[in-house]
């Protein structure tokens, strides 16, 4: 028997990046019953970008033979700096033209259910801490890294923004006096040094200086398109640039963390993105190695760096979290 129309019992997340857009339809105890993805075709601008996700949300819902009507509440997690109260994306360095969208009042106008907005390392580390760890630890930390680098805070139990709403910028720690330039204009940030468009970078520089790779004979010598499954490739075929380059990233990734349990004693700091998500059997020795080298002595005993287990999913399932403590 479907249920019934007016009940608005499930929960919609969206996660949306630079690439594509996900959505997921939820059931108040986070199962998933039905998701769509999309990709941003962010070069279309923000107006495009927001007929997407609506139509991301409604082909999820369709997907699982329900309709908006039963829809209680949808987080969406934004690639940027946002004004959760009056839900607009204030900026974000990887998508083009978005400043100041009003991304929560256009989405309730098309889907006609309320639309909450966070920032989407926030999000997922949301909902790893509330559905992957069951809401446990005290302090803890989120750590994604995937085209660029978020991150969340968990402070005794509960999401910690700061003064401006804006705490959790990990990503833009600057972790080299001078090193590359990162999106958001300054130089060697953590984001500028171990993402993946900073991994990529690296690799196309070095190839241009001439060193050689398995990627040029699988992608091409302008290594357009490459992807960190590529990277994953290439390592088992024993490249040597790729293994230098992505072992210099996981020690940027394990002195960040390290700087993380200096500043906050976290009980545990959970690693997603795609860039884990890819290479997590490559990068996490190396990553968890050097964060106890370098945090300081005897401050990091019984810390858990680990990976998560929601993979993709971990900005959809926060973004149900969230949806569904707005609608309380
Ligand atoms: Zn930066």
Redesign the pocket.
Known sequence: MPESSSKREYVVGVDFGGTKILAGVFTQQYKCLGRSKLSTKADRGPAAVTERIARAVQDAIDECDLQMDQVRGIGVGAPGAVDTENGRVIFAPNLSGWQDVPLKKSLEKTLGAPVFLENDGNICTLGVHHVELGGKPKHMVGLFIGTGIGAGLIIDGKPFSGYNKTAGEI??MVLEVGGPK?????RG?F??LASRQAIFKKIQSQVKEGQKTVLTEMLGSDLVDMRSGDLRKALRRGDHLVEKVVEEAAEYIGIGIANLINLLSPEVIVLGGGVIDALEDEMMAIIVETAHDYALPGTDKGIEIIPSKLGDDAGIVGGAVLARRETK
């Open positions: 990503g833009h990162c999106g958001c204009g300054n940030c984001e500028a």
